[in-house]
């Protein structure tokens, strides 16, 4: 196993919480590469909010409807 591949990680934010972060929306968060001011906010905020999940954790809380994905950004990625 290579051991400088790090875990993808899934950030999760409510809509509301990133509201004062600039130029956020889904496009933006598409083409992030995870090294942008917005993106490292971003992450910031779910660490915060206890919202960063492995994928198969996000994929278990998801199934399970413990995010409710109506109301939120989601950004993947093993750049942090």
Do not use: P
């Not at 809509?15 to 942008?36: Q, R």
């Not at 490292?40 to 995010?67: C, D, H, P, R, T």
């Amino acid at each position: 196993m290579n051991e400088n591949k790090k875990e993808t990680k899934v950030f999760v934010c409510d809509l509301d919480m990133i509201e004062n972060i600039s130029n956020v929306n889904a496009e933006s968060i598409s083409n992030w590469g995870g090294n942008e001011d917005e993106a490292k906010e971003f992450m910031e905020i779910a660490e915060q909010e206890g919202s960063v999940y492995s994928l198969a954790g996000f994929q278990n809380a998801l199934n399970k409807e413990e995010i409710c994905s109506l109301s939120t950004y989601i950004f993947i990625t093993n750049n942090y």
